[in-house]
Protein backbone atom coordinates (compact mmCIF):
# COMPACT_ATOMS: atom_id res chain seq x y z
CA UNK A 1 0.00 0.00 0.00
CA UNK A 2 1.38 3.38 -1.11
CA UNK A 3 -1.26 5.84 -0.08
CA UNK A 4 -4.43 6.15 1.89
CA UNK A 5 -6.70 8.08 -0.31
CA UNK A 6 -9.50 5.18 -0.52
CA UNK A 7 -8.86 3.64 3.06
CA UNK A 8 -11.95 2.36 3.98
CA UNK A 9 -14.10 2.25 1.20
CA UNK A 10 -15.31 -0.42 -0.93
CA UNK A 11 -14.50 -0.32 -4.89
CA UNK A 12 -16.65 -2.46 -6.98
CA UNK A 13 -14.57 -2.41 -10.49
CA UNK A 14 -16.25 -3.86 -13.81
CA UNK A 15 -13.68 -5.54 -16.48
CA UNK A 16 -11.36 -5.41 -13.74
CA UNK A 17 -9.56 -8.70 -15.28
CA UNK A 18 -7.12 -6.90 -17.80
CA UNK A 19 -6.54 -3.46 -19.40
CA UNK A 20 -6.96 -0.37 -17.56
CA UNK A 21 -10.00 -1.97 -15.60
CA UNK A 22 -6.96 -4.70 -13.91
CA UNK A 23 -4.55 -1.62 -13.48
CA UNK A 24 -7.86 0.54 -11.63
CA UNK A 25 -7.94 -2.07 -8.81
CA UNK A 26 -4.18 -2.37 -7.91
CA UNK A 27 -4.29 1.29 -7.49
CA UNK A 28 -7.02 1.51 -6.10
CA UNK A 29 -5.77 -1.06 -3.48
CA UNK A 30 -2.27 0.04 -3.22
CA UNK A 31 -4.28 3.43 -2.22
CA UNK A 32 -6.04 1.47 0.86
CA UNK A 33 -9.12 0.11 -0.82
CA UNK A 34 -11.37 -3.22 -0.28
CA UNK A 35 -11.54 -3.63 -4.15
CA UNK A 36 -14.50 -6.48 -5.84
CA UNK A 37 -12.71 -7.51 -9.03
CA UNK A 38 -15.66 -8.10 -11.85
CA UNK A 39 -15.30 -9.80 -14.86
CA UNK A 40 -16.94 -12.52 -17.16
CA UNK A 41 -13.71 -14.49 -17.27
CA UNK A 42 -12.67 -15.98 -13.68
CA UNK A 43 -9.44 -16.82 -14.35
CA UNK A 44 -8.72 -12.94 -15.36
CA UNK A 45 -10.25 -11.64 -12.37
CA UNK A 46 -8.93 -13.95 -10.16
CA UNK A 47 -5.31 -13.15 -11.81
CA UNK A 48 -6.43 -9.55 -10.78
CA UNK A 49 -7.15 -10.28 -6.86
CA UNK A 50 -3.59 -12.72 -6.82
CA UNK A 51 -1.29 -9.62 -7.80
CA UNK A 52 -3.08 -7.23 -5.50
CA UNK A 53 -2.10 -10.36 -2.19
CA UNK A 54 1.13 -10.02 -4.39
CA UNK A 55 1.60 -6.16 -3.30
CA UNK A 56 0.43 -6.61 -0.22
CA UNK A 57 -3.09 -5.21 -0.91
CA UNK A 58 -5.92 -5.07 1.73
CA UNK A 59 -8.74 -6.93 1.00
CA UNK A 60 -9.74 -8.39 -2.83
CA UNK A 61 -12.37 -10.19 -4.21
CA UNK A 62 -13.04 -11.64 -7.59
CA UNK A 63 -16.81 -12.18 -8.97
CA UNK A 64 -17.71 -13.28 -11.75
CA UNK A 65 -20.43 -11.23 -13.85
CA UNK A 66 -21.55 -10.79 -17.26
CA UNK A 67 -22.39 -7.12 -17.04
CA UNK A 68 -25.14 -7.20 -20.07
CA UNK A 69 -27.26 -9.03 -18.19
CA UNK A 70 -29.45 -6.93 -15.46
CA UNK A 71 -29.62 -10.68 -13.18
CA UNK A 72 -26.24 -11.25 -13.21
CA UNK A 73 -25.98 -7.58 -11.96
CA UNK A 74 -28.51 -7.73 -9.53
CA UNK A 75 -27.06 -11.05 -8.10
CA UNK A 76 -23.84 -8.97 -7.75
CA UNK A 77 -25.06 -5.86 -6.09
CA UNK A 78 -26.77 -8.44 -3.54
CA UNK A 79 -23.48 -10.08 -2.97
CA UNK A 80 -21.36 -7.53 -2.51
CA UNK A 81 -23.75 -5.63 0.04
CA UNK A 82 -24.23 -9.03 2.50
CA UNK A 83 -20.60 -9.16 2.65
CA UNK A 84 -19.16 -5.56 2.73
CA UNK A 85 -23.28 -3.66 3.95
CA UNK A 86 -21.60 -0.68 1.81
CA UNK A 87 -20.10 0.12 -1.98
CA UNK A 88 -18.43 3.84 -2.25
CA UNK A 89 -17.14 3.65 -5.69
CA UNK A 90 -18.29 2.22 -8.70
CA UNK A 91 -16.05 1.86 -11.75
CA UNK A 92 -17.97 0.94 -15.49
CA UNK A 93 -15.08 -0.12 -17.43
CA UNK A 94 -16.28 -3.52 -18.95
CA UNK A 95 -16.21 -3.20 -23.09
CA UNK A 96 -15.79 -4.64 -25.98
CA UNK A 97 -14.76 -3.30 -29.03
CA UNK A 98 -16.15 -3.84 -32.81
CA UNK A 99 -15.19 -2.77 -35.60
CA UNK A 100 -16.52 -1.86 -39.67
CA UNK A 101 -18.85 0.75 -40.75
CA UNK A 102 -22.24 0.87 -40.08
CA UNK A 103 -22.91 -0.78 -43.72
CA UNK A 104 -21.47 -3.96 -42.54
CA UNK A 105 -23.09 -4.46 -39.24
CA UNK A 106 -25.86 -6.88 -38.38
CA UNK A 107 -28.37 -6.72 -35.72
CA UNK A 108 -26.50 -8.68 -33.33
CA UNK A 109 -23.77 -6.71 -33.35
CA UNK A 110 -25.42 -3.57 -32.61
CA UNK A 111 -27.10 -5.75 -29.86
CA UNK A 112 -23.51 -6.88 -28.34
CA UNK A 113 -21.78 -3.74 -28.24
CA UNK A 114 -24.92 -1.69 -27.15
CA UNK A 115 -25.50 -4.18 -24.39
CA UNK A 116 -21.87 -4.34 -22.77
CA UNK A 117 -20.83 -0.83 -22.75
CA UNK A 118 -23.72 0.69 -22.32
CA UNK A 119 -26.76 -0.44 -21.34
CA UNK A 120 -24.45 -2.23 -18.54
CA UNK A 121 -23.67 0.87 -17.22
CA UNK A 122 -27.26 1.81 -16.52
CA UNK A 123 -27.70 -2.03 -15.06
CA UNK A 124 -25.15 -1.26 -12.63
CA UNK A 125 -25.92 1.90 -11.76
CA UNK A 126 -28.96 1.11 -10.78
CA UNK A 127 -28.53 -1.64 -8.96
CA UNK A 128 -25.39 -0.55 -6.91
CA UNK A 129 -26.76 3.53 -7.12
CA UNK A 130 -29.41 2.17 -3.88
CA UNK A 131 -26.50 0.86 -1.73
CA UNK A 132 -24.20 3.88 -2.24
CA UNK A 133 -27.06 6.14 -1.11
CA UNK A 134 -28.34 4.12 1.63
CA UNK A 135 -24.10 4.36 2.85
CA UNK A 136 -24.01 8.04 2.51
CA UNK A 137 -23.46 8.26 -1.45
CA UNK A 138 -20.24 7.73 -3.53
CA UNK A 139 -18.68 8.25 -6.34
CA UNK A 140 -19.59 6.71 -9.82
CA UNK A 141 -16.70 6.89 -12.95
CA UNK A 142 -17.73 5.29 -16.08
CA UNK A 143 -14.83 4.90 -18.49
CA UNK A 144 -15.87 6.44 -22.40
CA UNK A 145 -13.05 6.64 -24.54
CA UNK A 146 -11.73 10.06 -27.04
CA UNK A 147 -13.63 7.95 -29.73
CA UNK A 148 -16.84 9.71 -27.77
CA UNK A 149 -15.86 12.88 -28.70
CA UNK A 150 -14.00 12.22 -31.90
CA UNK A 151 -14.72 10.19 -34.84
CA UNK A 152 -12.63 7.40 -36.64
CA UNK A 153 -13.26 5.07 -38.97
CA UNK A 154 -14.24 2.12 -39.18
CA UNK A 155 -15.40 2.65 -35.53
CA UNK A 156 -19.41 4.25 -35.23
CA UNK A 157 -21.23 1.29 -33.29
CA UNK A 158 -18.15 1.70 -30.64
CA UNK A 159 -17.73 5.56 -30.83
CA UNK A 160 -21.84 5.66 -30.58
CA UNK A 161 -21.72 3.08 -27.53
CA UNK A 162 -19.11 5.49 -25.78
CA UNK A 163 -20.87 8.54 -26.27
CA UNK A 164 -24.11 7.61 -25.30
CA UNK A 165 -21.72 7.14 -21.75
CA UNK A 166 -21.16 10.70 -21.41
CA UNK A 167 -24.55 11.69 -22.12
CA UNK A 168 -25.60 9.26 -19.43
CA UNK A 169 -22.88 10.06 -16.94
CA UNK A 170 -24.42 14.05 -17.33
CA UNK A 171 -27.67 12.98 -16.92
CA UNK A 172 -27.19 10.82 -13.74
CA UNK A 173 -25.03 13.64 -12.24
CA UNK A 174 -27.76 15.65 -12.04
CA UNK A 175 -30.21 12.84 -10.96
CA UNK A 176 -28.01 12.06 -8.01
CA UNK A 177 -26.85 15.13 -6.71
CA UNK A 178 -28.81 15.01 -3.80
CA UNK A 179 -27.78 11.59 -2.80
CA UNK A 180 -24.19 12.56 -1.88
CA UNK A 181 -23.76 10.10 -5.34
CA UNK A 182 -20.82 11.90 -7.75
CA UNK A 183 -20.97 10.85 -11.19
CA UNK A 184 -18.20 11.62 -13.95
CA UNK A 185 -16.70 9.58 -17.06
CA UNK A 186 -12.87 9.54 -18.22
CA UNK A 187 -12.22 9.68 -21.75
CA UNK A 188 -9.03 7.39 -22.49
CA UNK A 189 -7.05 7.77 -26.04
CA UNK A 190 -4.88 4.98 -26.92
CA UNK A 191 -3.69 3.19 -24.46
CA UNK A 192 -1.14 0.86 -24.50
CA UNK A 193 -2.70 -2.38 -22.96
CA UNK A 194 -2.21 -6.21 -23.29
CA UNK A 195 -5.46 -6.25 -25.41
CA UNK A 196 -3.28 -3.55 -27.84
CA UNK A 197 0.13 -5.26 -27.63
CA UNK A 198 -1.38 -8.74 -28.20
CA UNK A 199 -3.17 -7.67 -30.95
CA UNK A 200 0.14 -6.50 -32.62
CA UNK A 201 2.22 -9.41 -31.69
CA UNK A 202 -0.65 -11.84 -33.31
CA UNK A 203 -0.07 -9.19 -36.83
CA UNK A 204 3.47 -9.64 -36.30
CA UNK A 205 3.66 -5.76 -36.43
CA UNK A 206 5.11 -3.39 -34.38
CA UNK A 207 2.82 -1.56 -31.88
CA UNK A 208 0.65 1.57 -33.78
CA UNK A 209 -3.05 1.59 -32.99
CA UNK A 210 -3.42 2.65 -35.79
CA UNK A 211 -2.60 5.77 -35.17
CA UNK A 212 -1.55 6.94 -38.28
CA UNK A 213 -4.23 5.81 -40.84
CA UNK A 214 -7.20 6.97 -38.53
CA UNK A 215 -5.93 9.44 -36.67
CA UNK A 216 -4.23 11.74 -39.24
CA UNK A 217 -3.31 14.21 -36.12
CA UNK A 218 -1.09 11.13 -34.84
CA UNK A 219 -1.38 9.86 -30.94
CA UNK A 220 -2.36 13.58 -29.61
CA UNK A 221 0.03 16.08 -28.28
CA UNK A 222 2.50 13.80 -26.40
CA UNK A 223 2.93 12.22 -29.55
CA UNK A 224 2.77 8.71 -27.31
CA UNK A 225 0.21 6.37 -25.93
CA UNK A 226 -0.75 6.20 -22.60
CA UNK A 227 0.05 3.84 -19.86
CA UNK A 228 -2.55 1.93 -17.85
CA UNK A 229 -1.21 3.84 -14.99
CA UNK A 230 -1.63 6.66 -16.19
CA UNK A 231 -5.71 6.37 -16.73
CA UNK A 232 -6.20 4.67 -13.40
CA UNK A 233 -4.64 7.74 -11.48
CA UNK A 234 -7.18 9.91 -13.68
CA UNK A 235 -9.63 7.25 -12.66
CA UNK A 236 -8.45 7.19 -8.66
CA UNK A 237 -8.60 10.87 -8.93
CA UNK A 238 -12.24 11.12 -10.09
CA UNK A 239 -13.36 8.28 -7.27
CA UNK A 240 -11.52 9.67 -4.35
CA UNK A 241 -12.83 12.96 -1.98
CA UNK A 242 -9.97 14.88 -4.21
CA UNK A 243 -12.46 15.80 -6.57
CA UNK A 244 -15.43 15.87 -4.00
CA UNK A 245 -16.69 19.43 -5.91
CA UNK A 246 -16.28 17.28 -9.34
CA UNK A 247 -19.47 15.96 -11.06
CA UNK A 248 -20.95 15.72 -14.36
CA UNK A 249 -17.50 15.83 -15.80
CA UNK A 250 -15.90 14.29 -18.86
CA UNK A 251 -11.87 14.20 -17.86
CA UNK A 252 -9.79 13.68 -21.32
CA UNK A 253 -6.99 11.70 -20.43
CA UNK A 254 -5.97 10.99 -23.76
CA UNK A 255 -2.42 12.64 -24.78
CA UNK A 256 -4.16 15.25 -26.24
CA UNK A 257 -5.79 13.54 -29.09
CA UNK A 258 -9.14 15.19 -28.68
CA UNK A 259 -7.84 18.99 -28.04
CA UNK A 260 -6.03 18.28 -31.34
CA UNK A 261 -8.92 16.77 -32.99
CA UNK A 262 -11.25 19.60 -32.31
CA UNK A 263 -8.70 22.35 -33.05
CA UNK A 264 -11.25 23.46 -36.07
P1 LIG B 1 -8.98 -1.91 -22.24
O1 LIG B 1 -7.83 -2.23 -23.16
O2 LIG B 1 -9.77 -0.71 -22.69
O3 LIG B 1 -8.63 -1.86 -20.80
P2 LIG B 1 -9.81 -4.69 -22.19
O4 LIG B 1 -10.45 -5.36 -23.35
O5 LIG B 1 -8.40 -5.03 -21.83
O6 LIG B 1 -9.99 -3.12 -22.45
O7 LIG B 1 -10.67 -4.88 -20.88
C1 LIG B 1 -12.05 -4.95 -20.85
C2 LIG B 1 -12.44 -5.90 -19.75
O8 LIG B 1 -13.87 -5.97 -19.72
C3 LIG B 1 -11.92 -7.32 -19.95
O9 LIG B 1 -11.35 -7.81 -18.76
C4 LIG B 1 -13.18 -8.10 -20.32
O10 LIG B 1 -13.15 -9.47 -19.92
C5 LIG B 1 -14.24 -7.32 -19.57
N1 LIG B 1 -15.57 -7.52 -20.14
C6 LIG B 1 -15.92 -7.42 -21.44
N2 LIG B 1 -17.21 -7.73 -21.60
C7 LIG B 1 -17.70 -8.03 -20.38
C8 LIG B 1 -18.97 -8.43 -19.89
N3 LIG B 1 -20.01 -8.60 -20.70
N4 LIG B 1 -19.10 -8.65 -18.56
C9 LIG B 1 -18.04 -8.51 -17.72
N5 LIG B 1 -16.82 -8.13 -18.13
C10 LIG B 1 -16.65 -7.90 -19.44
Not at 63 to 88: C, M, P, R
Request: with cysteine; aromatic share 6%; charged share 20%.
Amino acid sequence: MTGNRLENKVAVVTGGGSGIGRETCLLFAEEGATVVVVDRYESDAQNTVDLIAKQGGPQAISAIADVSSEKDIAALAKEVKNKFNKVDILVNNAGVRVFGPVTEADEETWQFIFDVNLRAVGYCCKHFIPIMSESGGGSIVNVSSANGVVGRPGMGLYDATKAGVLALTRSMACDHAGEQLRVNAILPGPTLTDYHIKRAEAAGKELDLGLTKSHPEGPGILKRQGTPRELAYGILFLASDEASYVTGACLNVDGGLSALAQRN
